[in-house]
């Protein structure tokens, strides 16, 4: 596979159950040693994409190729290259923890005296040398979700997918995953599915968000935030005499307006929200010109930086307008 092509590459996925589209005509590519957080509501087609990636499901029509392999034509070369973690991984009750990457290892065809050595590692990077001994079954949800990413990691393929890797874990735990996670950055090409956000925003070099089966938005977070909500806010705590404020505003930044208007307290400060089109650091010229005679005073001034989850509530809401639309009009 040449260096410069993608580690993953769709092409007008499409994927039908019974009449229904649970996956509608979308295209991504996902770079070699990218980190791609792949966002949507429930029932939006993630985990039905994902499947149809490892080759555990096959597509209604599309091209999907792994590594330069196609999914459909070579799938059990496509398996050898990628490491699956589903939402809700079968792991079997009976086994021990070692025992079991000693299975799934030589499924995966890792030879036998790398096998050892590696199985140590990844109980290492997992943080779970002192469950190696127990039986699956009678460990906690948190140790079985990490006994999930040892194996999908077990046999160091190219490319990894994970559905839901930190669901149920606690914030020790998660942060374990998540530096585990950054680690491979560079080194596998990853994508994860999750509802926490904050993680994948923390972990991710891209987003990817899908609705109704098609994608609404990708791009960086940064670049997500620009496209999708084109705005930036600014808080601040102000006494003076509000009525004044527009024209102050206005000589700063023709678009800065007020959004909201607190109630002044006992020492005549209100809470002020400021929204504007410019996404230009506004802070400085603000403070100097609230401060230069204005008859006003500052107690604070900040600007609120749109979240993952604004933008992602954004997008999705955008995307059932859009669809609504289109049914109205037909």
């Known amino acids: 596979m040449p260096d410069t092509a993608p580690a993953i590459e769709v092409e007008n996925l499409v994927k039908t159950y019974a ?19 792949f966002l949507g509501p429930n029932g939006a087609g993630k985990s039905t994409t994902m499947r149809i990636l490892t080759g555990y499901l096959p597509a209604s029509s599309g091209r999907v190729r792994l590594c330069g392999l196609s999914v459909s034509t070579q ?5 050898r290259r990628v490491g699956y973690m589903p939402e809700n991984n079968p792991l079997p009750e009976d086994m021990r923890v070692s025992e079991y990457l000693y299975f799934r290892g ?4 890792v030879a036998r005296r790398k096998l050892g ?5 990844v109980l290492e990077l997992c943080d779970l040398k002192r469950v190696r001994h127990k039986i699956i079954g009678k460990l906690s949800k948190g140790f079985r979700q990490r006994v999930g990413v040892a194996e999908a990691i077990l046999a160091e393929p190219p490319v990894i997918i994970m559905d839901e890797p930190t ?18 950055r560079g080194r596998m090409t990853l994508i994860i599915s999750s509802h ?27 670049a997500l935030r620009r496209e ?7 808080a601040l705590e102000l006494a003076g005499d509000p009525g004044a404020l527009p024209a102050i505003l206005a000589g700063v930044e023709p678009t800065l307006r007020i959004s909201a208007t607190g109630e002044p307290d006992a020492d005549g400060f209100r809470r002020i929200a400021l929204t504007t089109e410019q996404t230009a650091e506004l802070g400085e010229p603000l403070l100097r010109a609230l401060t230069a005679g204005g008859g006003f005073r500052l107690r604070s001034l900040s600007r609120a930086t749109p979240t993952l989850e604004d933008v992602f ?3 999705t809401r955008r995307s059932w307008d859009v669809r609504a639309e289109d049914l109205r009009k037909n």
Do not use: W
């Open 313 to 315: 509530l954004a997008a």
């Open 167 to 184: 669901i149920g874990l606690d914030p020790h735990q998660i942060l374990i995953v998540r530096d585990l996670i950054a680690s491979l």
């Open 19 to 37: 009449g229904v589209t649970a996956v509608n005509d979308i295209s991504f590519t996902v770079a070699r040693g990218e980190i791609l957080g």
């Open 117 to 121: 050595p590696r199985i140590d590692e």
């Open 228 to 234: 999708i909500l084109g705005r930036s806010t600014y």
């Open 75 to 79: 799938p059990d070369e496509v398996k």
């Open 106 to 109: 030589r499924l995966k065809e």
């Open 196 to 222: 926490i956000l904050p993680e994948i925003e923390m972990t991710c070099d891209r987003v990817l968000i899908i609705n109704g089966g098609r994608v609404v938005a990708q791009g960086t977070p940064a």
